[in-house]
């Protein structure tokens, strides 16, 4: 198992991990997810391990149900259980192609899709219909 500085949220049993800086948005990207049916399954720090070959996503028990709201304070949600990681999000790094090639990030020998940031007001929108669909070009 290893421990990323990330948050991850739940679209119909699957995960998607949020990745980037501190203020980048991750919190805020989850919590715009999570008005829209997302479920919460790590904020600020996601577990990682491996299971029947799948990589698997789920909360440190100290943060289970907990996301911070930058200015709001830390709020209880209803926590999803672990989830199979299907989707990466790096706030961190500019995206310069208006129709980028297919990236990947891996962990633990798993390579997980990768779209790159940074936070705009559209993202938590695609990245919801890319994970209840998928991307065609």
Sequence with gaps: MIQIHATTVAINGKGLVILGPSGSGKSSVALQLMAVGALLVADDRTDLRLSAGRLIAQAPHPLLGKIEARGVGILQATPSAPVPVTQACDLGHM?????????????????????????????????????????LA
């Design 95 to 135: 995206e310069e192609d208006r129709l980028p090639q297919l990236r990947h990030q891996e962990w633990l020998g798993i390579r997980v899709p990768l779209v790159s940031g940074p936070y705009r007001s559209h993202l938590y929108a695609a990245l919801r219909q890319l994970m209840l669909g998928h991307r």
